[in-house]
């Protein structure tokens, strides 16, 4: 969906715990799905992909899980490090072959 | 991956004045070429779809008159704010795919960060 309002939601965990961070789609023709990185001041970075046919995918500590039902897709960093601070998100591929962003999640790793 | 590099990381300008970015696929051709632009703890919002050798496709809402998009090679694009004002002031990012290597997903630039006084 589109991103409204002044502030992203936050998640904050602690070093070492696991991270869930949740999208909500809004087109159900959607095919192809993608979670994105950004740090402050630069540019997304592919985190990891997955098509509508799949319902998990998963890669280096990182696993995406698809819900079509509800058009729900998920995150989960296992052993979340400092590193992972940033802003996450999730991205549709719609109609056109073009990539709509959802809202975004600031994820806060604490030591 | 693929590389997409953006050019001026940061620019300040005077309001009236115009302001090109650039957008060059370093290691890939991209016939097509995606703009957006982001406000402050805000999402990516796409702008247009800049298609090489083609006029580029506007969302709605964007002015292409404002915002011109130049797609004359297959490894660069430009995006030039004209007469850019104060509420031009964003994080400006483009993409591109490589679909002949097999990638599907959007690579990104590092962003323009546009500051208009």
Avoid at chain 2, 24 to 43: E, G, I, V
Avoid at chain 2, 85 to 94: A, G, L, V
Wanted: net charge positive.
């Amino acid at each position: 969906g589109e991103s409204v309002g002044l502030h992203l939601p936050t998640l904050s965990v602690q070093e070492g715990d696991n991270s869930i961070i949740n999208c909500a789609y809004s087109n159900s023709a959607s095919d192809y799905f993608i979670w994105y990185k950004q740090e402050s001041g630069k540019g997304p970075q592919f985190i990891i992909d997955i098509r509508s046919n799949m319902d998990k995918r998963q890669g280096q500590r990182v696993t995406v899980l698809l819900n079509k039902t509800v058009k729900h897709l998920s995150l989960q960093i296992a052993a979340t490090q400092p590193g992972d601070s940033a802003v996450y998100f999730c991205a549709e591929n719609a109609a056109g072959n073009k990539l709509t962003f959802g809202g975004g999640t600031r994820v806060l790793v604490k030591p | 991956g693929a590389v997409v590099s953006q050019h001026p990381s940061r620019v300040i300008c005077k309001s009236g004045t115009s302001v090109k970015i650039e957008c060059r696929s370093l290691d890939f051709q991209a016939t097509t070429m995606f703009w957006y632009r982001q406000f402050p703890k805000q999402s990516l919002m796409l702008m247009a779809t800049s298609n090489e050798g083609s006029k580029a496709t506007y969302e709605q809402g964007v002015e292409k008159d404002k915002f011109l998009i130049n797609h004359a090679s297959l490894t660069l694009s430009t995006l030039t704010v004209t007469s850019a004002h104060p509420e031009d002031s964003s994080f400006y990012i483009c993409s591109a795919r490589a679909p002949h290597r097999g990638e599907e997903k959007l690579f990104f630039g590092s962003g323009t960060q546009l500051s208009v006084l």
